[in-house]
DNA sequence: TTTTGTGAACTAGTTCACAGCT
DNA sequence: AGCTGTGAACTAGTTCACAAAA
């Protein structure tokens, strides 16, 4: 009841950072489960990575009321109930767009298979690739057939790797084949409607950061 | 004299949040300096992408008074000055660890080559690897030739691109040839000292935001 | 006794609004 | 007149600290 109430407003509620968060707890919660932990504190769990018990008690409370006070948290409970938060339970399908270096190796990346994701088709508009396949065997599709195939195979999730001048356009097309999330590997801004789910993984940034920390440390 | 004084705090002041911004308004003084646009106000710029003006001028105020009252900022001046702050005038040297997949994806992405980041080698467990090199050119060398390669070739920046399981290991021998800085590909929680910058890119946790996104939005 | 779940206190980050310079 | 630089107000996110449950 409490848990039904909530759900109505949670990607308003609940942040990011949080999610992004419940991530990490499950990976760790997987590892706990192999090595067949039944059960783990807040306390526990927080020492793994530098975070707060206090934290993770008030990320897991969004969601409803999991553990068990003086035990902590059933190991394979938590983790069945944040499979089901992140939408894991099902496999969710996922498409991506350019057939480059970046996207060839993500569509054969071990860990994007992992947990529920499964890579279906590489898009490119170079008529040498279509027709291809990566060397884990994903196929390579021509972009003009994204709206059909997305459709065709229920494609829940674009992945952009195509040059920085080729992605809006690419996005537009993801957005017009009826796609609602895009994880973005090019760098710059894109524009997407707001129900569309727009994540960006910017590389350049990345190593900008790094630059700007190694410019300024050496001087203290 | 102002500037000086700030300079001495700075990596503490300076949040992280700061500096991604910081690269976001360099590329976007690259596209107006390549339109040939002379001056941009705070406004414009924030107007580009969905940002704040206050912000963009307090996020430039840490670093000096770069703006002119009336004007805006002059292009060219702006861009030097944060080429300056970022650390980009001097053409830093990467080295990636591990030869996968995403690793020689990465050492032939156009996008690290730019903007003053240079690719000098691979480094692999594996002896079938080493000796061969990236489409691009970049030699694959062996991990345990990374402290002396390291030195050598005063590499600044290392990415791990090595699987989960080995990646610790692998941070200990980054962490041990004397580098500063790492950008982790791999996904988990990763130990380096507090004088070692440790960012990392979790692809599973994006993807896992987006199938939170997904499993939450159908609902309302 | 142990550990959760959570209000209250605190810290960090963002936006407003305006004085002051050009 | 126009736009920066910045204190003040606000908003979001984190941590503390403790009552309540097992």
Redesign the interface.
Known sequence: MKLAIK??Q??DQVS?LT??R???Y??CLNALDAADVKTVSSQTLAQ??HLNAAQIRKDLAYFGEFGVRGVGYYVKDLKRHLRQ????ERR?K?AILGAG??G???S?????R????QIVALFDALSTKVGQQS?GGVPIFDITELRKIAAREKI??AVIAV??DAAQHVVDQVVAAGI????NFS???LRAPA?V?L?S?????????????????E??
């Open positions: 759900r109505k949670l990607s990011e999610t992004n419940l991530s990490v499950l990976r793994q990575f938060i992140l939408g894991l969710l996922v270096n970046l060839l190796a993500l054969d990346y071990p860990g994007f992992q947990e529920g994701f060397r829940a999730i040059p920085a609602k999330a895009i994880l760098p710059g801004t129900d789910k994540k993984v910017d590389l350049t940034v990345s190593l900008e950061s790094l630059s700007f920390y190694l410019a300024h440390e001087e203290e």
